[in-house]
Nanobody, 112 residues
Framework: QVQLAESGGGFVQSGGSLRLSCAVT????????LSWFRQAPGKEREFVAA????????RYADSVKGRFTISRDNTKNTIDLQKNSLKPEDTAVYYC?????WGQGTQVTVSS
């Protein structure tokens, strides 16, 4: 079982950047996937990006391709989500997910 803790959310203007981190503790497997999801007010939670824990394979939602980058920081044991060229429609609570476990979420607000 793993424990997940997101950080790095905040308020940013349209076109700006933010970097989210998901700290992972507990037992992991090289073949685990860690995913970022987001949920905007009144909408369902949606997939954003994922990375294999071994850190090689990545995949993205079409809406964030070319703007977001998911990566692993081995020194900190985190999975990071670098978000560039942010848009107001990126406003949501961002969650990380691994082994069917969710973090508590971190709010990202993008103003127009």
């Amino acid at each position: 079982q793993v424990q997940l803790a997101e950080s790095g959310g905040g308020f940013v203007q349209s076109g700006g950047s933010l970097r989210l981190s998901c700290a992972v503790t507990g037992r992991t497997s090289s073949f685990d996937d860690l995913s970022w999801f987001r949920q905007a007010p009144g909408k369902e939670r949606e997939f954003v990006a994922a990375i294999r824990w071994i850190g090689i394979h990545t995949r993205y939602a079409d809406s964030v391709k070319g703007r977001f980058t998911i990566s692993r920081d081995n020194t900190k044991n985190t999975i990071d989500l670098q978000k560039n060229s942010l848009k107001p429609e990126d406003t949501a609570v961002y969650y990380c997910n691994m082994q069917r476990t969710w973090g508590q979420g971190t709010q990202v607000t993008v103003s127009s």
